[in-house]
């Protein structure tokens, strides 16, 4: 999973997505766009929105159906071959003969040969064949494993973008709040300085911890137009509200709570897995294909022909001829070219074994490193939310401490620091916390449009956030 960092994009890996949900998710999401991509977006509409409009993954659809005509490529070698030919063909000449006297007769030839044919091959036995109709229907499922991969990381993609807006967003608030309270600090150590009760270094430390301030809400302001750009490129549309998460959120239980379980779904259903497999199978028929060199092939042929003055000697005759019958071609010897085929169809084997292999460490190491995050991560919410109380109650204590004389301007901004640090913290070890359970699925091949509902039903709340609400008076304040 590519962490959510404030101001920064994030990258993404990984989401199954089944063909009737994605049609489900095109129409909601073409319904969102048609209304001018008014109101709150939320998660699921969100997710319909990119299956209806991003490119990447109208790209994989394309994909996909393409590989589902190796089926037919496949079978259509075990399938009758049926050709028919027309020809006409203009004859002019002198032929040339001795008469009874022995004397040489020119005849001038001016006529039309024409021929019919149609021809029908069913083969009976053809080893190479039938390796290639087996070689189709893996090919056809291999793409079939392909594009849930790319539709995963379509999803995958589209939750980070999402919650990638909302940490810039709510970097964005806290940058704001954070430097109105150090303009607040501004002006109190000035009025302390000019009664005679602080110090110009006190002055001249508000006021530096204000100008970065504004840097910060600077910086925040573009982390969040970049972000909002990258989802408006797989929604279509420009997002002016999304629904965030709630107030009250509450860490769940995971369904199936062990990572055992978690893992053996992911080996059983896992895109990148399955495509492995089929992997396996297209190179171990390869050999089939290539062994069937050595093998003889049987055919059934069936013919008409219907010709006319076909040759000099038949000319003014018409002839056809049908003819049924069975051939038979028995490879010799070719230079030993199928022997190294074969040798070098099962070398591929091999590697696409290993590769198998490789991939499902790969997997395991990922269902370790999400099922980790959402545990670690529930743990990690709940000292958070105690460190941004405790931060809230310091903040409060050395104020009231500076007020009576016994501590200086220094602590309240390192403590305000420290308390508005904690409110990110926590923001996106949440966000995290919900992306890490949606990638876990995604890997478990098991994100779809009910996984996303059960989340935003879950973990998000009535409450939403304008992303072009872009006046608050922080940002002018900034922006000055």
């Known amino acids: 999973m590519g962490a959510i960092r404030p101001a920064c994009a994030v990258s993404a890996r990984v989401v199954r997505t089944l063909g009737v949900l994605v049609l489900f998710g095109s129409v909601a999401g073409t319904v969102w766009a048609q209304n001018g991509a008014s109101g709150a977006l939320t998660l699921t509409q969100a997710w319909q929105a990119a299956m209806q409009n ?3 993954y109208k790209a994989a659809i394309s994909e996909r159906e393409a590989g589902q005509t190796n089926r037919a490529q496949g079978l259509a070698g075990l399938l009758p071959q049926v050709s028919a030919s027309y020809g006409r063909t203009r004859i002019r000449g002198e032929l ?8 040489d007769v020119t005849e001038d030839l001016r006529y039309m040969s024409g021929v019919k044919e149609i021809r029908a091959t069913q083969p009976v036995f053809n080893w190479t064949r039938i390796a290639e109709y087996r070689q189709g229907q893996a090919r056809a499922d291999y793409s079939l494993a392909v594009f849930d991969t790319k539709a995963k990381d379509t999803s995958v993609r589209l939750l980070n973008r999402y919650f990638q807006t909302l940490l810039s967003f709510e970097q964005l608030k806290l940058s704001q709040s954070k430097l109105q309270a150090n303009e607040k600090q501004v002006v109190a150590a000035q ?3 000019d009664g005679g009760e602080g110090t110009v270094t006190d002055v001249y430390e508000a006021k530096s911890r204000r100008d970065l301030s504004r840097a910060d809400v600077i910086q925040a302001e573009d982390a969040l137009v970049v972000a909002r750009r990258e989802l408006q490129e797989m929604l279509g549309s420009s997002p002016v509200e999304l629904t965030t998460l709630s107030a009250d959120f509450k860490p769940r239980p995971l ?3 062990t990572q055992a379980e978690w893992l053996a779904m992911a080996m059983a259903a896992n895109g990148e897995v399955r495509a492995g497999q ?7 028929q390869e050999i089939d294909r290539a062994f069937g060199g050595h093998l003889p092939s049987v055919d059934v042929v069936a013919s008409r022909r219907d010709v006319s003055n076909e040759t000099i000697s038949t000319r003014n005759q018409d002839s056809n001829t049908t003819s049924v019958g069975i051939q038979v071609n028995l490879p010799v010897f070719s230079g030993g070219l199928t022997s190294a085929q074969v040798s070098q169809a099962r070398h591929n084997r091999d590697r696409a074994s290993e590769e198998l292999a490789a991939t499902r460490e790969r997997i395991a ?10 545990i670690s991560g529930a743990q990690r919410i709940g000292a958070l939310e105690v460190a941004v109380a405790s931060n809230k109650a310091a903040l409060q204590a050395v104020e009231k401490s500076f007020e009576a004389g016994t501590r200086s301007i220094i602590d309240i901004l390192d403590s305000q620091d420290r308390f508005y640090r904690s409110q990110l913290d926590l923001a996106q070890a949440r966000l995290q916390y919900v992306l890490a359970r949606l990638t876990l699925s995604g890997v478990a091949n098991t994100l779809d449009a ?6 935003s039903l ?3 709340g009535p409450e939403t956030v304008r992303l072009d609400d872009m006046n608050a008076p922080a940002v002018l304040a900034a922006r000055r």
Not at 96 to 102: S, V
């Open 54 to 56: 991003d490119p990447t």
């Open 96 to 103: 040339e003969t001795q008469n009874a006297r022995g004397n």
């Open 191 to 193: 009025r302390r300085f």
């Open 255 to 257: 369904q199936p709570a």
């Open 278 to 284: 089929e992997g396996v199978r297209i190179t171990s």
């Open 365 to 374: 190491v990922e269902v370790t490193r999400q099922y980790q995050a959402v």
């Open 450 to 455: 009910s996984t996303i509902d059960a989340a």
């Open 458 to 460: 879950a973990f998000f």
